[in-house]
């Protein structure tokens, strides 16, 4: 650590002390495990730990926890059973139905946090994270935390992809990131075109519809679509079937019923990636379109379907398919960018592993550094994350044993 002198004594704890450096007063605590982030990575990592006896802190950048889930836009839904979407040690409440709204979800994280008696140090951002000796120093906004081991719980996704079509700056209407998107109560009346085909695209489209704007999407790339539910099966369930088979493998035998149940996409306007869904996890990292209705909406002339943008002319936009339309406002749900943690100073090549889950991770605890959350799951989010954050409890218990 960089040279500094102790602040008054009266500040000195067992594991929490102070130092004076530029000037400037820094709090350092020392810690067995750090975790950054206090959303649903955090909160499952911070109660697997206790129920392990590991001692943690965990910071969070902002004043509360599962802060995404609060932003999120008020109609989603968990897309994932809630049977499949239990945290470590808590399930659902049985009143709650099958595929949990925002406002239930936030519900749960809350009494999850009461539940573990799981208590964030809030307002603390991590800005640099580095192994000195064997330690962990992660500098803050909020002072220094030292400690064996670090557990990144801040997810793979955090800028949102900036919106940078041609000719947009001559757009009068609203333009704003799906991450900016709340209810379509703001757009009554007004012709929206939305800008992807991911499952947020999709759910946006059916939000605007029904609370009676004009929705239009605008897609891009080629897409698989499955249904949420096979004959009243939750599809994610049913795919826990298929997760020992080669994804190929798995999608040639899905294709058939998945094919029968969604029907011809083709003959929406949409275009059909040249494998399936499975095989688009492993390949891409992004989850296919669990279809909640929206192929439904488009059948029924509910929402229309343009290909990609080409340029925009005042309040026309003008697509690659020669197509043209006048639009009130804009919702660019287009992404965001992959952050792998990159606050965290070690070998960039290190964060390729995240593309694969913690059980097949080369780099899994290597020097004591944890990454819960970070890869897309085909079989739920929500599951994976609480699997992972046993794994590393588990393996930290293992380290600790060994010396």
């Not at 704007?213 to 897609?219: E, F, G, L």
Request: aromatic share 10%; with cysteine; glycine share 8%.
């Amino acid at each position: 650590m960089e040279d500094g002198k102790l602040c008054s004594s009266a500040l000195v704890m067992l594991t929490n002390f102070c130092i004076l450096k530029e000037g400037k007063q820094y709090y350092v605590q020392q810690t067995n495990t750090l975790i950054i982030g206090a959303s649903i990575a955090g909160l499952a990592s911070a109660a697997s730990l206790q129920k392990k006896g590991i001692t943690y802190v965990i910071i969070e950048k902002e004043s509360q926890v599962a802060t995404p889930w609060r932003n999120h836009y008020h109609r989603l839904h968990l897309h994932t059973s809630k049977r499949l979407s239990s945290l470590p040690y808590k399930k659902f409440d049985k009143t709650i139905p099958r595929y949990p709204a925002r406002q239930q979800v936030v519900d749960y994280l809350d009494d999850y946090q009461r539940t573990f008696n799981i208590q964030p140090v809030f307002n603390t951002n991590a800005v640099s994270i580095k192994k000195e000796d064997d330690q962990w120093i992660t500098t803050t906004n909020n002072g220094i935390f030292r400690s064996r081991y670090v557990i990144m719980a801040t997810g793979a996704y955090g800028k949102p992809r900036p919106i940078d079509f041609k000719g947009i700056d001559s757009f009068p209407g609203k333009v704003l990131h799906s991450s900016g998107y709340k209810t379509g109560k703001d757009f009554q009346g007004q012709r929206l075109l939305v800008v992807g085909f991911g499952n947020s695209a999709c759910e946006i489209a059916i939000d605007l519809y029904e609370q009676h704007a004009i929705p239009a999407m605008s897609v891009r790339s080629a897409v698989n679509v499955i249904p949420r539910d096979v004959f009243g099966i939750p599809v994610l369930e049913l795919s826990l079937l298929m997760n020992y088979l080669p994804p190929r493998v798995a999608d040639t035998l899905n294709a058939p019923l998945i094919n029968r149940l969604v029907g011809d996409i083709t003959a929406l306007g949409l275009k059909k990636k040249p494998y399936g869904p499975l095989e688009q996890v492993q390949r891409e990292g992004n989850a296919p379109v669990l279809d909640i209705g929206t192929i439904r909406h488009i059948r029924e002339g509910h929402i229309q379907i343009f290909g990609d943008i080409d340029h925009i002319a005042g309040n026309t936009v003008y697509f690659s398919d020669g197509r043209k339309a006048v639009f009130d406002a804009i919702v660019a749900a287009i992404g965001y960018y992959r952050d792998y943690a990159e606050i965290v100073q070690v070998d960039k090549n290190r964060f390729t592993d995240l593309q694969l889950s913690a059980g097949k991770q080369q780099y899994f605890g290597k020097d004591g550094l944890y990454f819960c959350g970070y890869w897309v799951s085909p079989t739920g989010q929500f599951r994976e994350i609480g699997l992972d954050a046993k794994k590393i409890a588990a393996d930290i218990v293992r380290r600790e044993r060994n010396g």
